[in-house]
């Protein structure tokens, strides 16, 4: 659905707000479609005024003012010719050269495709450049709309209740090996750059891709009234890996969103016929004369709101140095009311002419299992209106209830004025292979009509409140407004808006109706009355017999029945017990085999060595361990489970690993995970005690490492780390030792799938351990790779592992070689910077290595301890092993040489700088002691023999 048709419908007031997300071009559809309606129904406004006599009414355009152009609209306060347009800036061009005309801005090359007024945004046709393959680079100015009231970015509202906002345009790049920069037009500074990389493989590489990158306008400050854009090749000298006779055009494209060329099929078409494939861009614009609302309603002949019936919206600076600081103000038709707010008649009282007030005999009431009641309804005569028109999409099963297309229909609720909804799951959205899709839901509360009760019942014709038994109750919608909505009276259910609707409810036949004695149904309520003999309150007590013989005899009876009852219940709680027992053995039993332990013994009785088998530990043990999983025991916390710290019997301390889901793909991790550190011996890999196998989510048992994780070291929030370079460079040394051991000295060789700072380990001694091995892999010593479905962490995933899903040993070696980066910067691999935007941390450090301005990137103590040697030798080291093609990364052998090479230096050169210390010392003491004698002129002259000076 188009932006522009999304009408003001009666659902508002928020009442709880998305718990998911979705991503895509579909999909932010959808999400953007959503957006816009929660706009037009919950935005609370600045009332612009209280009645006409503070409102400048008396705007009269010239008669020959054009009202279009083409099939566009005009809309004031946008115009054509003197006199009919609000300001400077606001003045339009419609250019006869064409069939249809062309609509532009001021006398601009802007082309105007449309106009959003409610929200302030002007659609235009989306500038666009094409890096030709024959050329290098190009500058250019994409938008130039300086010295007017227009802005590149979205549009912000400020009101009583805080800021909101539509519209936001991204810049969009399609091709391979390319970079777009933006250009701030003051600064003349590069404030955010969009890198196009492609696989080299494969005939894509010749081949316009999918958007390669793009980058969010909202997202950097610069100068929103200019884009200036550079786009360039890299040099293909230094990138090997680009194919000069494969080079493809490169596009760059501002758009919104909603009609951007998304895949290589529409950039292919957008290349050859220009914006001729009408993609649209957004620019947001206010009333810019004065500042805010308030300042705009002392001066009323200038005040753009003009109708008495509109409100004002403060629009926030970009750059405020106060909170309240503005810019000018925007006017939009208030609740309840349609049409142009810069005109005196422009807003009109939304009547309710199109209704229906009595639905149809032949409505359909059922889609699937849900039931629509009147006011919604499903075809034309059987809905109140347009705001309550639901589609039933029978070709899914069961049929599916929507609202706008768009929304999914969980629940109605009459009583309640209530509507839950959530976004439709289409199969056209396609991104089921990127994105897990997660349910998002809503409720709204919505009205019949902005008016009052009073009001509306002056006219009977319009009432809505059909049923005998209804009542009237007045609502309160955004920023004061009223509404009014409908409710079957106290003793009565049903559909208050049909005739005869609400029903008498038979109270006798209730669940929730207590009455101990005999029930008669009335209307609107019930009797409740004691039987003959009997008397008391029926309904708060109960009715007791007249004669004392039957309450003794009663009371009698009662202790028997309470003694017996006793007794059964202490057989019932030790036969209780007893069961409990057994089905507890029997359930530990169950998941003993479910979580395959006699493959894991069959596994652990293979190792000769006792000592360093792997024990499986029953959950008796384990709760011992725990003190029954105590939370003062807890270490850790992560997204998958918790880590507890345990004692065993033979005092062993241990951390003990509890994961929160129960998945089958969890179960064959933990597998997997067993499997692999049952195989392992070294001093640098964690050690696995055990595991627990009686419980539905299998426990491990590890060795406790009692100094947290190498990402707690070097990310601390308050205060610099305490790790030296030669710390650093030690933990670098022991985790490649240790990768290189899985990679090449194990039995069979290890491929760990996941190297990141955050599962190496530190001990008190600062010693690193490899841990977390749920998502390695084991590799034939035939192969060298293999092909399984992509894992790991954003900022350390092997770019050529995601591309292919080949996993190799040289994708532990990108990663470690992000951690190396991590040690020499301090930054986490996606890091804010000043301005707030993320950055990729191995991107970040390719490039400061390319502009040679690498030291800016190195954490402070790092540059105050090491020496210039080291660090263009562990950047070189970094450098390769980050390289995008894996045959140019090193093995993780050769990365634990080269970082003992530099250690070795660094110690030899230490001993050096100690042995001429001592020496200068000695020199010095000897020096000292002569000054202090008092010697013959012959010593002195011996003196001076040894010592010449």
């Given at each position: ?490 003793g009565y259910e049903g559909n208050p808006y049909i005739d005869n609707g ?139 489970g918790i880590v507890y710290k345990g004692i065993l019997l033979d005092q ?298």
């Amino acid at each position: 659905m188009r932006r522009d048709y999304v009408h003001t419908c009666y659902l508002c007031n928020i009442h709880s707000a998305f718990i998911g997300w979705r991503g895509a071009r579909d999909l932010a559809k959808t999400m953007e479609f959503i957006e816009v309606l929660l706009l037009l129904i919950t935005l609370t406004l600045v009332k612009g005024s209280a009645s006409s006599a503070n409102t400048n009414q008396n705007l009269i355009l010239p008669s020959n003012c054009p009202k279009a152009c083409g099939d566009i609209k005009i809309e004031y306060p946008f115009g054509i010719g003197n006199g009919c347009f609000y300001a400077a800036g606001f003045n339009l061009t419609c250019s006869s050269d064409s069939n249809p005309p062309r609509l532009f801005l001021r006398d601009s090359t802007i082309q105007v495709v449309g106009f959003y007024m409610k929200s302030g945004l002007v659609l235009i046709e989306s500038p666009y450049v094409i890096l030709d393959a024959d050329r290098e680079s190009i500058n250019t100015t994409l938008i130039n709309i300086t010295n007017s009231p227009f802005s590149i970015s979205s549009q912000t509202y400020r009101d009583s209740s805080g800021l909101r906002g539509t519209g936001g345009n991204n810049l969009y790049v399609g091709g391979c090996n390319a970079t777009a920069s933006i250009v701030d037009l003051i600064t003349n500074s590069i404030v955010a750059s969009c890198p196009s990389l492609c696989s080299s493989t494969n005939d894509d590489r010749i081949m316009i891709q999918n958007v390669s990158c793009q980058i969010s306008l909202d997202s950097f400050n610069f100068n929103k009234t200019s884009l200036i854009l550079q786009l360039s090749r890299p040099n293909e000298n230094e990138n090997n890996h680009t194919i000069n006779n494969g080079r493809s055009s490169i596009i760059s494209i501002v758009c919104d969103g909603w009609t951007c060329p998304s895949n290589k099929g529409e950039f292919q078409s957008f290349t050859k016929r220009g914006n001729k494939a009408r993609a649209e861009a957004s620019l947001s614009w206010h009333i810019s004369d004065r500042s805010s609302c308030k300042e705009a309603r002392n001066y009323l002949a200038t005040y753009a709101c003009r109708n008495s019936n509109s409100d004002c919206y403060d629009i926030p600076s970009p750059h405020p140095i106060h909170f309240d600081d503005t810019i000018g103000y925007i006017c939009q038709c208030s609740m309840g009311y349609y049409g142009n707010a810069y005109l005196p008649d422009g807003c009109q009282l939304d009547t309710d002419t199109n209704f229906t007030r009595i639905p149809a005999k032949d409505c359909p009431d059922k889609c699937g299992n849900m039931t629509v009641p009147f006011p919604f309804g499903l075809k034309e005569n059987c809905y109140r209106s347009r705001e309550f028109a639901l589609k039933c999409n029978e070709s899914t099963q069961p049929p599916t209830l929507l609202y706008q297309d768009q929304l999914k229909v969980n629940a109605i609720s009459l009583e309640d004025g209530q509507l839950e909804f959530s976004p439709y799951d289409q199969a056209v959205y396609g991104f089921e292979k990127y994105i897990t899709s997660q349910k998002t839901q809503e409720i709204y509360n919505w009205t019949v009509g902005y008016q009052t009760c009073d009001n509306v019942m002056k006219n009977k014709s319009t009432f809505a409140c059909l049923a005998r038994h209804s009542s009237c109750l007045d609502m309160s919608v955004p920023k004061n407004h009223k509404g009014y909505r409908c409710k079957c009276m106290d003793g009565y259910e049903g559909n208050p808006y049909i005739d005869n609707g609400c029903q008498d409810i038979d109270e006798c036949k209730s669940s929730s109706t207590v009455c101990k004695g005999i029930c008669v149904n009335t209307e609107e309520s019930f009797n409740c009355t004691c039987p003959l003999g009997t008397s008391e309150d029926p309904v708060h007590g109960a009715c007791i017999p007249n004669k004392k013989k039957i309450l003794l005899l009663g009371i009698s009876v009662g202790a028997g029945i309470g003694a017996g009852l006793l007794f059964l219940c202490i057989t019932l709680v030790i036969l209780s017990r007893k069961w409990k027992e057994r089905n507890q053995k029997k359930i530990r039993q169950r998941n003993f085999h479910k979580n395959h332990g006699l493959l894991l013994q069959q596994l652990i009785s293979a190792n000769e060595l006792v000592e360093e088998r792997t024990n499986i530990f029953s959950l008796e043990e384990i709760e011992k361990a725990t003190n029954n999983f105590d939370e003062t025991r807890i270490i850790g916390k992560g997204g998958h489970g918790i880590v507890y710290k345990g004692i065993l019997l033979d005092q062993r301390v241990v951390a003990i690993k509890k994961s929160k889901t129960i998945k089958k793909s969890e179960v064959d991790q933990f597998i997997n995970e067993v499997a692999i550190l049952s195989q392992i011996n070294h001093r640098n890999v964690v050690r696995l005690f055990g595991c627990c196998l009686e419980t539905e989510v299998p426990l491990l048992i590890y060795e406790f490492i009692s100094n947290g994780t190498l990402s707690d070291h070097l990310h601390i929030l308050q205060g610099e780390t305490k790790l030296s370079w030669d710390d650093r460079l030690k933990i670098a040394i022991e985790s490649a030792g240790a990768l290189a051991y899985l990679h090449s000295a194990a039995s069979i060789s290890i491929f760990h799938r996941d190297i990141k700072s955050s599962n190496i380990l530190l001990d008190d001694t600062l010693r690193a351990k490899v841990s977390d091995f749920g998502a390695s892999k084991f590799i034939p010593l035939d192969q060298t790779h293999i092909v399984t479905a992509i894992h790991g962490t954003f900022g350390y995933l092997d770019p050529e592992y995601y591309q292919t899903g080949r996993l190799t040993e040289k994708s532990d070696v990108y990663s470690f070689g992000v951690i190396l980066l991590e040690l020499l910067t301090g930054k986490k691999p996606i890091f804010l910077t000043n301005t707030g935007s993320q950055q990729n941390l191995a991107i970040n450090f390719l490039q400061t290595t390319r502009e040679k301005v690498l030291f800016k990137l190195i954490e402070d103590c790092i540059l105050q301890e090491a020496t210039e040697q080291e660090l263009l030798e562990i950047s070189n080291l970094i450098e390769m092993c980050l390289s995008l093609k894996g045959v140019q990364r090193p093995t993780m052998k050769e990365v634990e040489y080269k970082l003992q090479g530099l250690r070795k230096i660094k110690t030899r050169k230490n001993r050096l700088c100690i042995q001429e210390s001592n020496e200068e010392t000695e020199l010095a003491n000897q020096i000292n002691q002569a000054n202090s004698r008092n010697y013959s002129l012959e010593k002195e002259f011996m003196w001076s023999q040894n010592y010449p000076r």
